[in-house]
């Protein structure tokens, strides 16, 4: 079987790949299509961007395709940055400037006013429209400074429950335990397997 992976974030790509190892199924992206199309997430949550990335990939280009949309929900700032999370801190958004802006909005939160959580949902959209969703949580606590090299996007400012160190300073092995995107992933290769 090979999925069409709907993104261009070769980060996700990577991470993807690596928790769906093992399932015997052949990974392919975007640019192995010339001219597939990204859709705008502009979704009023996780799955309708998911769904409709999915479900454009997959009419493009013929396969099966997943998506996954996913993002930082931080309860003192009423879910935001939420389904805004990659363009939090508007246009040119990157990960340093998201996390600059993040740490400002929260300047006045002190501990145990700074919780959040990572979610995701990934779809899975076949060309004849069948769609599955799948969905991870990562319940935590925001930091007051980045810490850690590793991951990517608030990676290094969240503190996942339980951890004195942040998801940028653990290793792809224990991130992938603990992540959103990880537990989404291990229920998408639940599926996949009961189906190949």
Same mark, same amino acid.
């Given at each position: 079987?090979? #999925? ?18 093992? $399932? ?6 975007? @640019? ?28 493009? $280009? ?6 996954? %949309?996913?993002?930082?929900?931080? %309860? +003192? =700032? /009423?879910?935001?940055? /939420? $389904?805004?999370?990659a363009r939090y801190s508007g246009e040119g958004a990157d @990960? ?11 300047? +006045?939160?002190?501990? /145990?006013?700074?919780? /959040? !959580? ?9 060309? @004849? *429209?069948? #769609? ?7 319940? *935590?606590? #925001?930091?007051?400074a980045p810490k850690g090299s590793c991951g990517f996007g ?11 160190? $942040? ?17 989404? =992933?291990?229920? =998408? ?6 189906? !190949?």
């Amino acid at each position: 079987m090979e #999925i069409v992976l709907a993104t261009k974030n070769k980060k996700k790509v990577e991470e993807i790949k690596r928790i769906t190892g093992g $399932t015997g199924i052949k990974i392919l992206t975007m @640019d192995d299509f010339p001219g597939c199309p990204e859709a705008e997430e502009d979704g009023d949550t996780f799955e309708e961007n998911a769904v409709k990335k999915a479900v454009a990939v997959a009419k493009y $280009t013929g396969k099966t395709a997943l998506a996954d %949309d996913s993002g930082l929900a931080v %309860d +003192a =700032l /009423g879910g935001e940055p /939420g $389904t805004r999370s990659a363009r939090y801190s508007g246009e040119g958004a990157d @990960d340093e400037r998201n996390i600059g802006k993040l740490l400002y909005e929260m300047r +006045a939160f002190h501990e /145990g006013e700074r919780g /959040g !959580c990572f979610v995701c949902c990934i779809a899975l959209a076949s060309p @004849d *429209g069948e #769609i599955r969703t799948f969905f991870g949580y990562a319940e *935590g606590a #925001i930091g007051n400074a980045p810490k850690g090299s590793c991951g990517f996007g608030y990676d290094p400012v969240f503190y996942p429950r339980g951890f004195l160190r $942040t998801f940028a300073e653990m290793s792809n092995e224990e991130k992938d335990a603990l992540s959103h995107r990880g537990k989404a =992933l291990k229920e =998408l290769k639940k599926h996949l397997k009961s189906i !190949c």
